[in-house]
Each structure stands twice: as structure tokens, then as C-alpha cells.
Nanobody, 115 residues
Framework: QVQLVESGGGLVQAGGSLRLSCTAS????????MGWYRQTPGKQRELVAL???????NYADSVKGRFTISRGNAKNTVYLQMNSLKPEDTAVYYC?????????WGQGTQVTVSS
């Protein structure tokens, strides 16, 4: 079992920045990849950024060059630095931890970008 707790969401003006944090507890040594997803009402949850155990990263095209995903030294924390935010980035952001045979989700944190 892995528990994920997110923090850092909020309201920001377009062009501003936010930093999301996600801390994992439980079977953290079984975590392979960690990532951030987002969801808006009526739409499917979509991948924003992913960081693998080896350190490689993937980003959605819509956030490349603006968002940066990173992991803390203890490997059980993942961050999402979001710069140059746009109104279309408004969503609930979810932290994800992928194990070999399972995955876990955080409770979500709201990010709202005003124009």
C-alpha cells in the first residue's frame, strides 16, 4: 500500500507560478514511476508529467517548456514546478505512484488560473 498526500494548489493569475508537492508513505521502495495528472469536469484524466525511477521524464506537449517534474533526495517526494501558467491549466491535479503491479492516486489538489 502507498499513500500519497499532495499540497501546493491554489489560485494564481495567468503568467504566474505554482509548485505542487506530493509525498508518498507506505511501501515507497516498491514505487517505480511517479507522475502528475490533471482532470477537468467532463474530461478524462490526462498525464501532465512523469518521472521514472531512473530519472527520465515525459511531459504533455501542452506543458513542455513551462512545467518541470522532479523527485526529492529521499525519492518519496515528487514536485511539479509550474511556470507561465495559463487559464487552460485550470484543473484538479493528481499525484500518481506506479508500482510493478498496481498504482495509487492522491486525493487531488485544485489549481485555478485566472485570466
Amino acid at each position: 500500500q502507498v499513500q500519497l498526500v499532495e499540497s501546493g494548489g491554489g489560485l494564481v493569475q495567468a503568467g504566474g507560478s505554482l509548485r505542487l508537492s506530493c509525498t508518498a508513505s507506505g511501501s515507497i521502495y516498491s514505487i517505480v514511476d511517479m507522475g502528475w495528472y490533471r482532470q477537468t469536469p467532463g474530461k478524462q484524466r490526462e498525464l501532465v508529467a512523469l518521472i521514472r525511477s531512473g530519472g527520465s521524464t515525459n511531459y504533455a506537449d501542452s506543458v513542455k517548456g513551462r512545467f518541470t517534474i522532479s523527485r526529492g533526495n529521499a525519492k518519496n517526494t515528487v514536485y511539479l514546478q509550474m511556470n507561465s501558467l495559463k487559464p487552460e491549466d485550470t484543473a484538479v491535479y493528481y499525484c500518481n505512484a506506479a508500482l510493478v503491479a498496481n498504482q495509487y492516486w492522491g486525493q487531488g489538489t485544485q489549481v485555478t488560473v485566472s485570466s
